[in-house]
C-alpha cells in the first residue's frame, strides 16, 4: 500500500522554466513532508520540507507547496538549470507509528539545456 | 568529511553466501536506518535503531540482521543471500526520532548488492 505517490516517473524541461513535481499522500497523519534529490550512484540528499501546519516554504529557486485538503504537495523548480536533473522523491513522516519517514517511488527530471 | 559511511559501495556474490555492509555516521546523530531500493526504485525503511536500540523492524527476512555496536555504527549482515536480495542498501541517520526540521535523514551514498 503506497502512502505516498510520485505518479509521473519522469519529467522534461527546458532550462530556465518552470518544473513542477508532484506528489499525493494517503495518510491524514503525515505532519513532516520532505523532497529529496539524488544524483546517479549517490545517496538522496534532502532539499526542502515543510509542516503541516503552513502551506507554504521558499529557499532560493525551490519552493514547496502544501494542500491538506487534497492531500497533494508540489515542488517549483524556477528557473531550472541543468544540474537540476536528478531523481526527486517526496517523502512524509508522522509523530506515529514508530516515526517511519515513507518515500515516494521518485520523479526523474530532465532539465534541457 | 562524509557525514555517513558505508562500505562496500559495490559487492557481487553468490547465492547463500553471507555478507555484512559497515555503516558509520559522524553526525553525533543518535537514529540510524537502513533503507532498501528495490528494482521498482522504491526507497522503503528496514530497521531504524535509536541510542542502539531497535525502534522498527518492518516485515523483513529474519536473514537480515542488524547489529548497533554503538550510536555511531549500524551494520547489515546478510544471511544465505538469495536473488531476490539484489538492491541498492541505504543507510541513513536523524539527530533523533520525530519528525521536523531537526530529525532531517541523511543518507549514505548507498551499497549495490547483486546476488548470481
Known amino acids: 500500500d503506497q502512502q505516498v505517490k510520485q505518479n509521473s516517473p519522469s519529467l522534461s524541461v527546458q532550462e530556465g522554466r518552470i518544473s513542477i513535481l508532484n506528489c499525493d499522500y494517503t495518510n491524514s497523519m503525515f505532519d513532516y513532508f520532505l523532497w529529496y534529490k539524488k544524483y546517479p550512484a549517490e545517496g538522496p540528499t534532502f532539499l526542502i520540507s515543510i509542516s503541516s501546519i503552513k502551506d507554504k516554504n521558499e529557499d532560493g529557486r525551490f519552493t514547496v507547496f502544501l494542500n491538506k485538503s487534497a492531500k497533494h504537495l508540489s515542488l517549483h523548480i524556477v528557473p531550472s538549470q541543468p544540474g537540476d536533473s536528478a531523481v526527486y522523491f517526496c517523502a512524509a513522516s508522522a509523530n506515529t507509528g514508530g516515526f517511519k519517514t515513507i518515500f515516494g517511488a521518485g520523479t526523474r527530471l530532465f532539465v534541457k539545456a | 568529511d562524509t557525514a555517513v559511511s558505508q562500505t562496500p559501495k559495490y559487492l557481487v556474490t553468490q547465492m547463500g553466501n553471507d555478507k555484512s555492509i559497515k555503516c558509520e555516521q559522524n553526525l553525533g546523530h543518535d537514529t540510524m536506518y537502513w533503507y532498501k531500493q528495490d528494482s521498482k526504485k522504491f526507497l522503503k525503511i528496514m530497521f531504524s535503531?535509536?541510542?542502539?536500540?531497535?525502534?522498527i523492524n518492518e516485515t523483513v527476512p529474519n536473514r537480515f540482521s542488524p547489529k548497533s555496536p554503538d550510536k555511531a555504527h549500524l551494520n547489515l549482515h546478510i544471511n544465505s543471500l538469495e536473488l531476490g536480495d539484489s538492491a541498492v542498501y541505504f543507510c541513513?541517520?536523524?539527530?533523533?526520532?520525530?519528525?521536523?526540521?531537526?530529525?532531517?535523514?541523511?543518507f549514505g551514498e548507498g551499497s549495490w548488492l547483486t546476488v548470481v
Open positions: 535503531y535509536n541510542n542502539k536500540e531497535l525502534i
Open positions: 541513513a541517520s536523524s539527530a533523533s526520532l520525530g519528525t521536523g526540521i531537526g530529525n532531517t535523514i541523511y
